[in-house]
Structures are given as C-alpha cells and as structure tokens.
C-alpha cells in the first residue's frame, strides 16, 4: 500500500536549520509531483514547497523562499525540505504530499493524493 513517511523534524532555535525527509513507497514516486505543507495550531493548511517528478521545478510559498530548499533523490524514493534560517513563525506540522499532477498541489491540496501523517517542527525564539 501507499506510504509517507516524513521525519526529521525536531525543536531547534531561531536561526537554525533541519532537513525533513519523506520517503514514499506503494506508487512510481517519479511520476509524481512531491509537496511539502504545514499547518500551525489554530490555522489552515499552508503550501510550502513542491518539485516536479524529475526534480527539474520546483515552487515556493514566498513565505520560505530563499530559505527552504525542496529537492528529491528518484532512486531513493524520497523527498527532502532543507529549511534554513528558522524562525518562530515556522513552527507547525509540516506534511508531504503527492499527487501527480502538479497544479493540484499548488492550488487545490485538498484535492491531493496522497498525504503522509505530519512531523513536528517547532522553532523557539
């Protein structure tokens, strides 16, 4: 069956970095777009961050552009968030994504695949 599994998530302080990582499995990995999203406490889901099945595009919230980074390794079947320079305002569940086609994780999630079950990011001032 179908599987996302993201990790790599942690505390870390302002200013800080990590890098999630979301293996999938159960589906042609590289026939899908892969998407990162997050949800903070009390707020909606939020689009982070997608690559295309080749990894050639990639599109970013402006919220985190130049200081996330999505990329994926095909052969490994998996899907990685650098996230540098950390703020506060970052912490949330981040959750990957995968769909293949590529609009719909950019502009309609709740129409998306297939989810993983979210890690934990939390950024302390």
């Known amino acids: 069956q179908v599987q996302l599994v993201e990790s790599g998530g942690g505390l870390v302080q302002a200013g800080g970095s990590l890098r999630l990582s979301c293996a999938a499995s159960?589906?042609?990995?590289?026939?899908?777009?892969m998407g990162w999203f997050r949800q903070a406490p009390g707020k909606e889901r939020e689009f982070v961050a997608v690559?295309?099945?080749?990894?050639?595009?990639?599109y970013y919230a402006d919220s985190v552009k130049g200081r996330f980074t999505i990329s994926r390794d095909n052969a490994k079947n998996t899907v990685y968030l650098q996230m540098n320079s950390l703020k506060p305002e970052d912490t949330a569940v981040y959750y990957c994504?995968?769909?293949?086609?590529?609009?719909?994780?950019?502009?309609?999630?709740?129409?998306?695949?297939?989810w993983g079950q979210g890690t934990q990011v939390t950024v302390s001032s």
């Open positions: 690559i295309s099945g080749s990894g050639g595009a990639t």
């Open positions: 159960g589906f042609t990995f590289s026939s899908y777009a």
């Open positions: 994504a995968a769909d293949r086609r590529w609009t719909v994780v950019t502009t309609a999630p709740a129409a998306v695949t297939y």
